[in-house]
């Protein structure tokens, strides 16, 4: 059965850095494109970045240059490297596998909080 375990969040101060993990398994990690999302309260989930099966990446506007995506295929891990983070960050962050047209495959996981504040 598919699995998609979302790791590493926290409390962080504004500035502050965080690096969350997204171990999956039940399905061929490496030949799927995979995302992270994030959901705030009150907001709908919104696409944070994705990356293809080959290491192509692209970013939403408000995360770029601060955030950076990557994935270990051995692994079968994608990982979100979040950097001078702001309170408008606060959010549970979510992965998914992707299709070939971006769309999220699987049932979301629980997520993970992050919570950017002094």
């Known amino acids: 059965q598919v699995q998609l375990v979302e790791s590493g969040g926290g409390l962080v101060q504004p500035g502050g850095s965080l690096r969350l993990s997204c171990a999956a398994s039940g399905f061929a990690f490496s030949t799927y494109h995979m995302g992270w999302y994030r959901q705030a309260p009150g907001k709908q989930r919104e696409t944070v970045a994705r990356?293809?099966?080959?290491?192509?990446?692209n970013y939403a506007d408000s995360v770029k240059g601060r955030f950076t995506i990557s994935r270990d295929n051995a692994k079968n891990t994608v990982y979100l490297q979040m950097s001078s983070l702001k309170p408008e960050d606060t959010a549970v962050y979510y992965c998914?596998?992707?299709?070939?047209?971006?769309?999220?495959?699987?049932?979301w996981g629980q997520g993970t909080q992050v919570t950017v504040s002094s």
């Open positions: 998914n596998a992707l299709t070939a047209g971006w769309v999220p495959v699987y049932s």
């Open positions: 990356i293809t099966g080959r290491g192509t990446t």
